[in-house]
């Protein structure tokens, strides 16, 4: 059993990729680790260049599937990981992995810990999608919560167990959804301030029509797992 495994959806990251897992690799050096990545059906390099990392990054596990978005590829890795503790990041480095261990310093206080992104670099819709949203999900959560969906989170293993329970594995958003029901359900949450590095050069990130119908997938997977997970919890 790894003392932390660490979660990485990619997809068409052959530009960055190695860079990423050394960093990651350094990050985590001197713990018992595995580094779970799920190539989510990427179109370029990415997969044979993970294939070759494999001998190279200690504890490096590589999962091939056919693309299936983001949330599904997130569910993937957190149902294959095996650690005590789960960290879940992204392959673009928003949040530097030289910050994990700013997180980790909290684990003993907490069964979820979240790397709020401080002085985020947002156009204004999502600036002020930014801000609403803690005051959306109030009535769900019991309290206000800032950035919910942060890929950079630590996770107790026993706790992501039972979030993913009622979690649909087809989540838009599945790290959005289990911040607001940990909160529900009572568990310990922590945030801590981590700055935001993305200057969003790869051009993934959701813009204009495609982001304001995301927000709708999230809204509409967040009140499904609501109805699902009714009596779970605390």
Same mark, same amino acid.
């Given at each position: 059993?790894?003392?932390?495994?660490?979660?990485?959806?990619?997809?068409?990251?052959?530009?960055?990729?190695?860079?990423? !897992?050394?960093?990651?690799?350094?990050?985590?050096?001197?713990?018992?680790?595995?580094?779970?990545?799920?190539?989510?059906?990427?179109?370029?390099?990415?997969?044979?260049?993970?294939?070759?990392?494999?001998?190279?990054?200690?504890?490096?596990?590589?999962?091939?599937?056919?693309?299936?978005?983001?949330?599904?590829?997130?569910?993937?890795?957190?149902?294959?990981?095996?650690?005590?503790?789960?960290?879940?990041?992204?392959?673009?480095?928003?949040?530097?992995?030289?910050?994990?261990?700013?997180?980790?310093?909290?684990?003993?206080?907490?069964?979820?810990?979240?790397?709020? $992104?401080?002085? $985020?670099?947002?156009? !204004?819709?999502?600036?002020?999608?930014?801000?609403?949203?803690?005051?959306?999900?109030?009535?769900?959560?019991?309290?206000?919560?800032?950035? %919910?969906?942060?890929p950079f989170r630590l996770i107790r293993r026993s706790a992501l167990s039972d979030l993913l329970a009622v979690i649909p594995p087809d989540a838009f958003a599945p790290n959005a959804i289990m911040t607001v029901l940990?909160?529900?359900?009572?568990?310990?949450?922590?945030? %801590?301030?981590?700055?935001?590095?993305?200057?969003?050069?790869?051009?993934?990130?959701?813009?204009?029509?495609?982001?304001?119908?995301? !927000?709708?997938?999230?809204?509409?997977? !967040?009140?499904?797992?609501?109805?699902?997970?009714?009596?779970?919890?605390?």
């Amino acid at each position: 059993m790894p003392e932390v495994s660490l979660v990485m959806p990619v997809y068409n990251g052959s530009r960055t990729i190695s860079q990423t !897992l050394q960093l990651w690799d350094q990050a985590l050096d001197g713990f018992s680790r595995e580094i779970i990545v799920v190539n989510d059906g990427s179109r370029d390099d990415t997969a044979d260049i993970l294939d070759r990392l494999v001998d190279s990054v200690p504890g490096l596990r590589v999962i091939h599937q056919e693309n299936s978005g983001h949330g599904p590829a997130v569910y993937r890795g957190y149902r294959e990981a095996a650690g005590d503790w789960v960290f879940q990041a992204d392959s673009d480095n928003e949040v530097m992995p030289s910050f994990f261990r700013r997180l980790w310093k909290e684990k003993d206080e907490a069964d979820l810990v979240l790397g709020w $992104r401080r002085q $985020r670099r947002e156009n !204004l819709v999502r600036k002020s999608a930014t801000a609403l949203i803690p005051w959306a999900v109030f009535p769900l959560a019991g309290k206000r919560l800032h950035d %919910i969906n942060v890929p950079f989170r630590l996770i107790r293993r026993s706790a992501l167990s039972d979030l993913l329970a009622v979690i649909p594995p087809d989540a838009f958003a599945p790290n959005a959804i289990m911040t607001v029901l940990a909160s529900r359900w009572g568990l310990r949450l922590r945030s %801590i301030g981590v700055p935001h590095h993305s200057d969003d050069s790869s051009g993934r990130s959701l813009a204009g029509k495609k982001f304001f119908l995301a !927000l709708g997938a999230a809204w509409r997977d !967040l009140r499904r797992t609501m109805e699902r997970s009714r009596g779970r919890g605390k």
